[in-house]
Each structure stands twice: as C-alpha cells, then as structure tokens.
C-alpha cells in the first residue's frame, strides 16, 4: 500500500530565504507526483506534476523535483515571499489512468515578513 | 479556462434536511471527483465518474449520493447527513484517459451540519 510522507508538519521561515520542501512515497512505481498548494478554507491549486520520467519541473519561483527509485520529491521555493504562507501537499499516482491519488498530510509553510 | 466552480460556497444544514452540492467544469474532462476534507488533513476520496459512470465509491454511507448528469456537471445530493459530515467538501476534474491525468480542483463547498 503507498505510503506518502511529508516532514516536516509545519515551517516558519524569514521573508526572502530559499526553501526545500519533501515528500517521501515507498511504492516508486508511480506514474507522476503532483504538488498542491491550499490556502486555509480554500481549495487546492495545482503547482507543478513531475512524470515518473522526468526528474524536475520548473514554475517561476518554484522548482519541484524527483528521484522515483529512493521515493523523493522537493519542492524547492526561491525568495519567498509572505504570499507564499499555505499547506504544500504532494500527491502521487500510481499507474496511467489510476484516478487515486494518495495525498501527503501536508507541511505548512509560514513565510515571516 | 482551468476552472472548477462549485456552488454554494457555504452551507448550513439541519440533520433532517435535503440539500445538493454542484460542481461543474468546460475543460473537456471526463473524470470528475468528489473529497471530503476535514481540518488540517488532506483531502480524502469519496466518489469518480468517469465518463458519465460512477467508477469509484470509495465505501461512502448512502446519504452521500453523487450524480453526474452530463460531462460538465457533478452534482452531490446530501441526505440525513450527521455533524461529523461538516467539513469541507472539494470538487475536481482531470482528463480521463490521456495525458498527464492532472486533477484541477474547485474552491469547496464548506458544510455544517447542525
């Protein structure tokens, strides 16, 4: 049964530092892996999908990449920003056409001005 | 357009009542989703339609009842429903059979029952 962990629970950084977020899965046979942003009451935007070929994808600020075979992702975030406060969540699926996605509990990212 | 819409934003309702969630997207998709989330957990899978069939209920009590009644419209019929089913209720789409299978989600529907 997939497994998908994301540690930590909660972060507080300072505006304007560089940061890494992680997600760890124990099946790597995966299809992709999707990065989610929620804001508190919201619903989730969708930041990045990374193939299981491919190792990173880039949007703007934010760089999320995978290594499959030790069940990896990050999601790198440059310059943060106080706009960038939300729950990250990595999602996985598992096959081509598998509808499931199986969700991490989330970090909570809170960027201080 | 990328987006979901779901209707009402809020909901408040008694335990006797019967009310209906609606979901809808003009992306083309043809798998849509329902999620119930509770506080500080992510979201967790109740129903898939795909192509217009119900092809994943993920053992969800029968006063849940999901509807898809055309490829844009997923709606969700709420039926003697008890105070642990507050939450807030999450809507998606993807494409069904191509592709990347990228959900997009709606902004929720955030329920109390009383």
């Known amino acids: 049964k997939q497994e998908v962990t994301q540690i930590p629970a909660a972060l507080s950084v300072p505006e304007g530092e560089n940061l890494v977020l992680n997600c760890s899965f124990t099946?790597?046979?995966?299809?992709?892996l999707q990065w989610f942003r929620q804001d508190p009451g919201k619903g989730l935007t969708s930041l990045l999908l990374?193939?299981?070929?491919?190792r990173e994808q880039t949007s703007g600020r934010l760089n999320a990449s995978l290594d499959k075979s030790s069940g990896r992702s990050t999601l790198y975030i440059a310059a943060s920003q106080p706009g960038d406060s939300a729950t990250y969540l990595c999602?996985?699926?598992?096959?081509?056409?598998?509808?499931?996605?199986?969700f991490g509990q989330g970090t909570r990212l809170t960027i201080n001005p | 357009d990328t987006e979901v819409t779901q209707t009402p934003k809020h909901l408040v309702m008694g335990m006797t009542n019967k009310k209906s969630l609606k979901c809808e997207q003009h992306?083309?998709?043809?798998?849509m989703y329902w999620y119930k989330q509770k506080a500080k957990k992510p979201p967790e899978l109740m129903f898939v339609?795909?192509?217009?069939?119900?092809?994943i209920n993920e053992s969800v009590p029968s006063r849940f009842s999901p509807e898809c009644p055309n490829s844009s419209l997923l709606n969700l019929h709420l039926h003697a429903l008890q105070p642990e089913d507050s939450a807030l209720y999450l809507c998606?789409?993807?494409?069904?059979?191509?592709?990347?299978?990228?959900?997009?989600f709606g902004p929720g529907t955030r329920l109390t029952v009383t």
């Open positions: 998606a789409s993807s494409p069904a059979w191509t592709g990347t299978y990228e959900q997009y």
């Open positions: 099946d790597s046979a995966i299809y992709n």
């Open positions: 990374i193939q299981s070929s491919q």
């Open positions: 999602a996985v699926r598992r096959g081509r056409g598998a509808q499931k996605l199986v």
């Open positions: 992306m083309g998709h043809r798998a």
């Open positions: 339609y795909s192509y217009e069939k119900l092809s």
